[in-house]
């Protein structure tokens, strides 16, 4: 990033400290109580300027949409307790967000991002607890330093004053203590699963079908045992229920139990095809798992929806017929699009003027008719031209739902501040009901014969979720079980609903480009979350999933894919990116990793593509051969299905990013203007190809095409 130029500027330099004493230190160095007031280092300032007013009095003003700045470095060892970082500042604008980073280095993961930091016209006090981080990354040494980022917005002036890191207060060390607690049982939590996950129980749950009116389950029991059948609901937490409500009981093995498919409970009309089923010995306090859970695996479709094959690998990303330029589905042309489906924007609890009303478990759910409308026309343009459908499943945190009843409801109860969507809440009746409710408004409505409205072919299940503090949003640092098995039920609950409607429905994991390590910001391995699902798959009964995998440049800002050196061809790779697409493919065509061991699971390159970081010709030229280097590695790799460039047109919002094969829609020059990239997406595939991708072979530094595809070690 470049550095503004500083206006006129004096500041204290270093932190001040009273000592204790004088002389040589011992060994290791003594650490020393701070008190004094922090400053920052003018050095570092980025996209703001900032004015000395006092020597701990500052004020700063913002000039671009990435403002931030350093505290001068730690010049000694941080004081015992001093992990609360507090200010005062005054100012009539509010920002978005203040981020801190405990660097060095300077990333996502050493980082801690506020809400909204309220307007303020008089001098209002600021703190935020930096304990937990300081902790996990053993910051507080020499020459570490703190970086702040006040929002990402422009022209917003702040006086701040008396920067400090202090102790906690009273309630401050209450609440840390509820965090430490938290942490622990978080802990536990995540160790049961993985115990549960692994281990070999002495009955079976063989199978479980759904017809339109029962459930029939079927198992095995070890010889002499007396076990009964227990009803596991979406919202319990396996692992610590300590006496099942719904049981039923067993007789002989093998076993055959059929139930009524709908009961009345908890004041809804349930569905039990989203249960799972266990075999339990009963005992006086607690009963015991014999079984592990197991979910439907065979579900009585409403309808017999045709199948549809992809006319060829190219697709779009961000798809919506509003966007203009609908001729590229024919000009291209597409065989597959995304769609994004914020389920939060249209849904409410109580009647909405002019809503379409849809009733599920015997209640009514109301859906703003003017949204609904949007998405038949994306929908329906996307059906007209036989084109494959992956609508994007997201749930947008509380303060963007239509209905704040409806935030309250699907908001996870530990979503933190600021992260772009939440983790849908799967905790209680009421929030799985509301959530089951908008994916059956849209199977019913998108998988009907002669799709009147369009159609849903496969449902990706939120965004990039090994990163999902920053996208999908539960909370931070949650250990990586804990997060996985709720994914787990909401694409479980999404894919019974679809099945329901049509037979051929299938959903999908969504990924960033992260292999063997979490990408950069991210929390979890890609590759530990996948082994997780397949682990569930096998335990609990198979389910037609597959990967949304967005395998982007190692630096999304740098079109030349072909340099990352974190894409390795190794099944370890830390990354994989447009350059080792042969590690996805080799995954995809392994036994161990296909549906029922026998289907390969369904492969979109659903978000990716490469960037222009300027509308300069050389910039131009270099996105576009990223994509020539990208499609002559897809085509010849047949595990993976289809790509979905993103996206579709340049826009503002994606950190000035302009990964597009269209221009700005409002570009000065040319307004929504063809990118040379959008020539090669359009030659790719047909008998000008060769032509068309010729030049870019120079840039790349290929001889020959077939110099691109590697063996995988």
């Known amino acids: 990033m470049k550095t503004n130029c500083m206006t006129a500027i004096t500041f204290c330099c270093g932190f001040m400290f009273f000592l204790a004493c004088r002389g040589n230190p011992p060994e290791p160095p003594p650490v020393i109580k701070q008190t004094a007031y922090l400053s920052f280092d003018a050095a570092t300032a980025n996209q703001l300027d900032i004015t000395a007013k006092s020597s701990h009095q500052y004020q700063i003003r913002t000039t671009g949409a990435d403002p931030y700045i350093q505290l001068l470095p730690l010049t000694s060892g941080l004081a015992d307790g001093h992990v609360v970082l507090a200010f005062e500042y005054q100012t009539t604008s509010s920002l978005h967000h203040l981020q801190v980073f405990l660097g060095a280095p300077v990333s996502e993961e050493r980082s801690l991002k506020t809400s909204q930091v309220a307007s303020a016209p008089s001098w209002k006090t600021f703190s935020i607890d930096l304990g937990d981080q300081i902790r996990e990354f053993s910051w507080g040494n020499t020459g570490d330093f703190i970086r702040l980022d006040f929002g990402d917005e422009a022209n917003i002036t702040l006086d701040i004053k008396n920067v400090q890191l202090r102790k906690r207060n009273e309630a401050e060390e209450k609440l840390a203590r509820e965090r430490e607690l938290f942490r622990q049982d978080d802990e536990a939590l995540n160790q049961e699963i993985a115990a549960y996950l692994n281990r070999s129980y002495p009955a079976e749950i063989a199978d479980v079908s759904v017809s339109k009116e029962t459930i029939t389950i079927r198992g095995t029991l070890p010889g002499g ?30 076993f055959s139990l059929s139930l009524d498919r709908y009961v009345e409970q908890e004041g809804f009309r349930y569905d039990r095809a989203l249960s799972a089923w266990a075999v339990v010995r009963e005992g006086g306090t607690r009963d015991e798992l014999l079984s592990h859970a197991h979910y439907a695996n065979d579900i009585q479709a409403q309808w017999s929806m045709p199948a549809q094959s992809l006319a060829h690998k190219k697709g779009l990303g961000g798809f919506s017929a509003n966007r203009g330029f609908i001729e590229d589905l024919d000009d291209l042309p597409v065989g597959s699009v995304t769609v994004n489906v914020p389920i939060t924007s249209f849904l409410y609890l109580n009647a909405h003027p002019g809503a379409y009303v849809h009733e599920y478990g015997g209640r009514p759910y109301y859906f703003d008719r003017a949204k609904i409308d949007e998405l038949d026309k994306t929908f329906r343009a996307a059906a007209a031209k036989n084109i494959i459908v992956s609508a994007i499943i997201l749930v947008q945190k509380a303060a963007e739902c239509a209905d704040p009843a409806v935030g309250r409801l699907l908001q996870h109860e530990h979503y933190t501040a600021d992260a772009f969507f939440t983790m849908p809440r799967l905790d209680n009746a009421e929030s799985v009901y509301c959530y089951a409710a908008a994916l059956d408004f849209l199977a ?21 979720v090994d990163a999902g503090s920053t996208w999908t949003n539960m909370g931070k640092n949650r250990p990586l079980f804990v997060f996985l098995d709720n994914y787990y039920k909401s694409m479980r609950i999404c894919y019974t609903i679809a099945r329901n409607y049509d037979e051929r429905s299938e959903v999908l994991g969504s990924f960033t480009h992260s292999w063997t390590n979490p990408a950069p910001g991210g929390d979890y391995a890609t590759l530990d979350m996948i082994n997780g699902l397949l682990r569930y798959s096998e335990v609990e009964g198979d389910f037609q999933w597959g990967l949304a995998y967005h395998p982007y440049p190692e630096d999304l800002n740098e079109p030349k894919t072909w340099n990352d050196s974190q894409a390795t061809f190794s099944t370890k790779t830390p990354l994989v990116t447009f350059k080792n697409l042969e590690v996805l493919d080799n ?33 131009l030229q270099e996105q576009a051969a990223g994509l020539a280097y990208a499609w002559k590695k897809l085509e010849r790799l047949d595990g993976i299905d289809a790509m979905q460039w993103h996206n579709w047109i340049d826009n503002r919002g994606e950190f000035g990013l302009r990964i597009g094969l269209r221009r700005f829609p409002d570009d000065e020059e040319d307004p929504g203007g063809r990118k040379p990239v959008w020539y090669v997406y359009q030659a790719a595939g047909t008998e000008r190809e060769d032509a068309v991708f010729e030049p870019y072979k120079s840039i790349i530094g290929l001889s020959n095409w077939d110099e691109i595809i590697k063996d995988i070690q």
């Open 587 to 619: 995954w995809a065509k392994k036994p161990e990793n296909t549906y029922l061991k026998t289907n390969k699971r369904t492969i979109w390159l659903s978000e990716n593509g490469t960037n222009s970081r300027t509308y300069e010709e050389k910039d």
């Open 444 to 464: 019913d409505r998108y998988c009907r014969p002669g799709s009147p409205y369009g159609r849903i072919h496969h449902w990706i299940m939120h965004n990039e």
């Open 225 to 254: 045992e007396a076990a009964v059948l227990a009803e596991v609901m979406p919202y319990e937490q396996l692992s610590r229920i300590e006496t099942f409500k719904n049981k039923h009981p067993i007789d002989g093995s093998p």
